[in-house]
């Protein structure tokens, strides 16, 4: 915007306020354009002068900097209804924030008159498949408004200059123009598009990927171990006489996958050394560098007084050498030589992955059109254990009680697979 103002002959200051929370956190701009080529004023916009707002991210529009800066009745307010998980998502996942509270507060704010509202995130994925061109798309809504005082000929001209995605800017900028002057158009092509549903990986193919990635975790055996018992469950489900899709055997081997290729330490560590993390780097830095790697290891690590989880520490480049080592001894996973197994939190992995693989084998003996429901929500429960240590500690928990709430199932599929114990 400054950029345009500049072409067109006039004055501008921008004064950037950069947080340091979530991925760098959130930059709230103060522009400032002149009518001509005099001094703009103080930098900063003051208490209730702001005269537009482009709020792309609602949380971070009622932070102070930003938030302060509106007047009722005299911004002109453009909302992003999409939120963005903020930084406390990252410590309270079940974190949530009310979209259409955070609206009333800009309402209130603004005026019911001056605030306009619009999900330029969703637009940016449908036409772009990238969400990242979502604040070009509003400033070209605020535009279109009247709300941003330099011509569009100079914002083009200012991001063909910029020379970053150049004709995706232009096109997300006179995307967002659109939105505003003529929204049911825009309503009318985007529910005219065909709407293309991803398609599902083929079975073969999705087996044939976990078959891989465990023999690379493991060993051949172990990926056999698996591939096995999935195959059980499919035999089973192919001898329903219903529609399918192998949806069972779908979640089985996700599930069952899940909890054979846990990341443990010689995971982390392989994965951090078998070339692509490094590839990684190569690509997108050059020059010297140096690596730091924050690791709560298990047998070192000291615990939080406050929050009784562990505290990581900083390791340096080392780290590296003694993880490719780490690595090479995966094949003691699960052996008397396996120090880490001595852990309540690897014992709690090896006991729900047997109780697991004996839950498939009696699905596999007893599947019928009447348990197939109760099957499906069985093979699926896995998915929710997710997380390390003390995080994964309470989703293991949760999993555990939800399996008790289908024991009865369970205990049906038991009798069904094994006779002689029901007798």
């Not at 035999?235 to 290729?261: D, V």
């Not at 590839?279 to 924050?294: I, M, V, W």
């Not at 995080?391 to 205990?411: D, F, G, P």
Request: net charge neutral; proline share 4%.
């Amino acid at each position: 915007i400054s950029m345009a103002a500049n072409l067109e002959g006039r004055s501008a200051s921008v004064f950037d306020i950069t947080g340091l929370a979530q991925k760098g956190g959130a930059v709230i701009s103060h522009v400032r354009i002149a009518a001509d080529t005099e001094s703009t004023g103080p930098v900063r916009i003051d208490t209730a002068s702001a005269d537009t707002a482009i709020l792309c991210d609602g949380v971070a529009g009622l932070k102070p900097e930003a938030w302060q800066t509106l007047a009722q009745g005299h911004t002109t307010a453009v909302l992003n209804a999409h939120i963005a998980p903020p930084a406390e998502f990252t410590r309270d996942r079940e974190a949530q924030h009310d979209p259409a509270a955070i609206t009333d507060h800009f309402r209130r704010a603004v005026g019911q008159d001056h605030l306009h509202v619009l999900d330029a995130h969703a637009l940016a994925e449908q036409h772009h498949g990238d969400t990242i061109l979502s604040n070009m798309i509003m400033l070209g809504h605020a535009w279109q408004l009247g709300a941003v005082p330099v011509s569009a000929g100079a914002i083009e001209r200012a991001i063909v200059l910029n020379g970053v995605a150049v004709e995706a800017n232009l096109h997300a900028f006179r995307l967002g123009r659109l939105s505003a002057s003529n929204p049911a158009a825009l309503l009318a092509a985007s529910t005219a598009e065909q709407t293309i549903e991803p398609a599902l990986e083929p079975l073969d193919q999705l087996m044939q990927r976990h078959v891989a990635a465990l023999t690379a975790y493991q060993n051949a055996a172990y990926a056999r171990r698996y591939s096995k018992a999935i195959e059980r469950i499919r035999r089973a489900e192919e001898k329903l006489p219903i529609q399918h899709a192998y949806g069972l055997t779908r979640a089985a081997a996700r599930s069952l996958y899940r909890l054979m290729a846990i990341k443990d330490e010689y995971e982390i560590a392989r994965l951090y050394t078998d070339g692509a993390f490094r590839r990684e780097l190569e690509a997108q830095f050059e020059g010297d560098y140096t690596l730091r790697f924050h690791l709560a290891p298990p047998l070192l690590a000291t615990r939080d007084p406050h929050t009784g989880r562990p505290r990581k520490r900083v390791f340096g480049p080392y780290m590296e050498t003694m993880m490719r080592a780490l690595a090479y001894g995966r094949h003691l996973r699960g052996s008397w030589l396996d120090v880490f197994s001595w852990q309540a939190e690897r014992k709690a992995e090896r006991r729900l992955l047997r109780d697991f693989e004996t839950t498939l084998a009696a699905i596999a003996q007893g599947l019928t059109t009447e348990n197939y429901s109760d099957a499906l929500t069985l093979a699926k429960l896995p998915d929710s254990i997710r997380g390390f240590g003390p995080v994964k500690a309470a989703a293991i928990a949760r999993y555990e009680k939800e399996v008790e709430k289908l024991s009865a199932s369970i205990h049906c599929l038991h009798m069904q697979a094994n006779p002689k114990a029901a007798a």
